[in-house]
């Protein structure tokens, strides 16, 4: 099956050489969606103080205001992706876009803890929903020759909503216009959301499959229950001290993962459509791609426990944390700006590169906070370039990693692996805020002080250069090929 666009099920109109006239500012609706679902994961995090002190609320319920959130999102993402492919792209992405809107009033009016976990998790799952339509259309919209350029966007777009949740966080909390508070980091997506299900009506066109597969509601349980025993215990467990139900669903993951996996099998051998085609892991690459994907997201430890340095350390308000972050930004604009030129020369090293660039500036930054005095934030002329650099590598491997992963497969399974590899990344921040955020808090103990919170933020740090070391690795040699479509099976074969 030769890889073109997708045929929609509308008939829209046409350029001469039989294009969508419409793809960019389609491509524009869509990431907004994209943008939106990882930046309500990341804003709320610099305004968890505001919200405890307005809401009344427990330790443990400004806990679960986040992984409540990150547990939904990440199990249903899969099967949001796979909706997209089956009932259309546009019909998904416009009931999310609507459905997350809704959630976001509901956050933002919530006159209860109880009322603001609940309208999260509703606004998480319309999240998994909508997220997941953009990357899969990119298949459908655009021709070979500009396919690299909008993975590339899209990457940038995607990495950009973590920074912004943590400037936009600080700034609406700090600005706290009339009397709203934590209330506007929900309301916010408002505006935004009707300006993009408005603009999507006539500019978004329907595609789907060719192939109309059936849900697989088996596999939707299945891949359900072994994300939620991964997440979950990993996301709740820490907090909560290790309780026996957290280690009984570790111990469970591999058993749902091998129930899934034979599952998906028998219903492919049967010739059924399975929720995920296993096949596909078979292509050149893909599953160290997805392997270093999931390296990827370390860097959520970073923005928790650099906004704690920075405002249980250095004393600093939300909005200054917020804007600490600013060195960062600019690297990763920078990095995102030259990757496609950077990717052309680098060639299969490229997303190494990338990695690697993080990986030394997080480094350079743990020894530039080691050596400096407790308390006193390091001289803007060491600590701004190691976060630029950070940045710029970041910056470099986002857009690199997502045409790596994308363009290894056919529009058949483009639902399937936007799902995958916003899966992946959402159990990649859950794991770090887990296993890193833990090494912070261990290495922290009892204490309080500035040099403590120093020192173990800036070990962490050296964690997570680490685990950017290991991405560069499973990353190697997985840069710019050669691509060729296999006339026999829906997928695109890359030349290693």
């Not at 606004?123 to 459908?140: E, G």
Request: proline share 5%; charged share 10%.
């Amino acid at each position: 099956m030769p890889d073109t666009a997708v045929p929609s099920t509308q008939a829209p109109q046409r350029t001469s050489d039989g294009l969508d006239p419409h793809r960019w500012s389609a491509l524009a609706i869509l990431l907004t969606g994209a943008f939106l679902a990882p930046l309500d994961f990341f804003i709320v995090n610099v305004a968890m103080p505001s919200i405890t002190k307005g809401l009344g609320s427990t330790a443990a319920d400004v806990q679960l205001v986040i992984s409540g959130y990150a547990v939904v999102y990440a199990v249903f993402l899969i099967t949001g992706g796979r909706l997209g492919d089956i009932f259309g792209r546009k019909s998904i992405f416009m009931i999310g876009l609507a459905g997350f809107a809704f959630a976001s009033a509901l956050c933002g009016l919530a006159w209860s803890p109880s009322v603001l976990i609940g309208a999260r998790m509703l606004q998480a799952l319309a999240a998994a929903a909508m997220a997941p339509q953009a990357l899969a259309s990119v298949h459908a919209l655009f021709p070979a020759h500009e396919r690299g350029r909008a993975l590339s966007i899209y990457g940038i777009v995607l990495g950009l909503s973590s920074i912004v949740g943590q400037l936009l966080g600080g700034a609406l909390v700090g600005a706290d216009v009339d009397g709203f508070g934590w209330r506007l980091i929900f309301l916010i997506n408002l505006p935004i959301s009707l300006v993009a299900f408005i603009a999507a009506i006539p500019l978004l066109r329907e595609t789907r499959g060719e192939h109309r597969p059936r849900l697989d509601l088996g596999g939707v349980v299945l891949s359900s229950l072994a994300l939620s025993s991964l997440v979950l215990p990993l996301v709740e467990g820490r907090e909560r001290g290790w309780p026996a139900w957290s280690i009984v669903m570790l111990l469970a993951t591999p058993v749902f993962v091998e129930l899934f996996r034979r599952y998906e099998l028998r219903l492919a051998r049967a010739g059924g459509d399975p929720l995920i085609d296993l096949e596909i892991f078979r292509l050149p690459g893909l599953t160290r791609g997805i392997g270093a994907i999931l390296t990827l997201y370390a860097m959520a430890t970073f923005f928790l426990t650099f906004s704690i340095y920075l405002q249980s350390a250095l004393g600093y308000t939300a909005l200054q944390a917020g804007l600490a972050i600013l060195p960062f930004s600019a690297g990763f604009l920078a990095g995102s700006t030259f990757s496609p030129a950077i990717g052309r020369r680098a060639g299969g090293s490229a997303p190494s590169l990338g990695y690697g660039l993080s990986a030394l500036g997080t480094a350079a930054s743990a020894a530039v906070i080691l050596s400096s005095p407790a308390g006193v934030l390091p001289p803007l002329a060491l600590i701004a370039p190691t976060l630029a650099l950070i940045g710029f590598g970041m910056g470099m491997t986002m857009p690199t990693m997502m045409r790596v992963i994308v363009e290894r497969v056919g529009p058949r399974h483009a639902g399937l692996v936007g799902g995958v590899v916003n899966s992946t990344l959402q159990v990649s921040a859950a794991i770090s805020v887990a296993v890193l955020g833990g090494l912070f808090y261990t290495l922290l103990g009892t204490r309080s002080d500035p040099n403590a919170i120093g020192t173990a933020f800036a070990f962490t740090l050296l964690a997570i250069a680490a685990c950017h070391c290991c991405g560069a690795l499973l990353a190697a040699g997985l840069g710019q090929r050669r691509a060729k479509v296999c006339a026999t099976q829906d997928v695109v074969i890359v030349a290693e």
